[in-house]
């Protein structure tokens, strides 16, 4: 199952910008590991804003924890297949 959802990560969605920045400086100061990412196209039109952050799923138990103690804001946790390229606007 693990082969499975290998390339499975946690996007979290947000009304706004601000509410997705609060949560990355929260979830950074908890010394949980986040990145700040484009939201993605398959949310189903979950994202009211463009930004979302992008959780591993071996973090995302810590990271609902963490949410939930802190009562911090989001929309949705959507699980999706890793949208992110490596190579995708890279010109050098």
């Known amino acids: 199952m693990e082969e499975k959802n290998k390339h499975i990560r946690y996007y979290i969605l947000f009304d706004n910008h601000t509410q997705g920045m609060m949560l990355h400086e929260l979830l950074d100061k908890q010394g949980l590991p986040n990145r700040i990412a484009p939201a993605p196209r398959d949310t189903d039109g979950k994202a009211a804003c463009g930004m979302a952050l992008l959780i591993h799923p071996d973090d995302i138990d810590a990271v609902r924890t963490c949410i939930e103690e802190n009562h911090a804001e989001y ?18």
């Open 75 to 92: 929309v949705n946790i959507v699980p999706l297949e890793n949208q992110l390229q490596k190579k995708r606007d890279r010109y050098c």
